[in-house]
């Protein structure tokens, strides 16, 4: 249900991503599309899943009783937040991409801490830490709507929400090993990322066209 919301919201949110009406641009912007474009959303699509598939993994490191991974997977996780930083630095430059990551590992940070204080019950301290989560939520969506003008602040907050939720969800299932419902959590999870990577992208493709013929 949450993952059908969620396509039904970014229905408009991705067709504002072609330039004119879609009757009339559809077949040119299929015909005219350069490889640099198709490998830069590929790119970040990907970057966004690895995002979403390694926190999961975190998830099950932090939560499975006598894992011993849950080191490297973090560190491979971190490194996902400098990647992503890293694919937009080509057109946005070294310090906008900078920012990003830092925002990005933030993100993370938070939530592993949600994820050890769900684990020991502490749930007052889960709200709390639920609150820092969302406040770098919206700076996320802040950065992201001023370095891109296609893409509304309100939009990518919705975004970045529906991402916390699915996330939470998946660890809810976890720390209830209610596997059937975590399956469903990071389906849902991996079809929203794409969804959020390919506007974001699209955003990007659009304010620089002259970057990807």
Not at 95 to 107: F, R, S
Not at 199 to 206: C, D, L, M
Request: aromatic fraction near 8%.
């Amino acid at each position: 249900m949450k993952k059908l919301l969620f396509v039904l919201f970014m229905l408009p949110f991705l067709v504002n991503m072609l330039p004119g009406s879609i009757s009339a641009n559809a077949n040119k912007q299929e015909a005219c599309i350069s490889q640099s474009e198709v490998a830069f959303k590929n790119q970040f699509r990907r970057l966004w899943i690895d995002h979403v598939l390694w926190t999961s993994n975190y998830i099950s490191s932090a939560t499975t009783p006598g894992a011993e991974d849950q080191k490297q997977v973090l560190t491979r996780l971190l490194k996902n937040q400098e990647d992503i930083g890293n694919s937009v630095k080509p057109v946005y430059g070294e310090e906008a991409g900078n920012k990003l990551t830092e925002l990005l590992k933030e993100h993370i940070v938070i939530a592993g801490k949600i994820v050890d204080a769900a684990k020991n019950g502490d749930k007052n301290l889960v709200n709390q830490l639920n609150k820092e989560w969302y406040r770098n939520a919206d700076d996320i969506a802040a950065f992201l709507s001023e370095a891109i003008p296609n893409l509304s602040n309100e939009d990518l907050k919705e975004a970045m929400y529906m991402h916390l939720e699915l996330v939470a969800d998946d660890l809810t299932a976890s720390l209830n090993k209610d596997w059937d419902a975590r399956i469903v959590a990071i389906d849902e999870g991996v079809t929203h990322i794409i969804l959020m990577a390919d506007a974001i992208s699209g955003g990007v493709v659009k304010q620089f066209p002259e970057k990807f013929k």
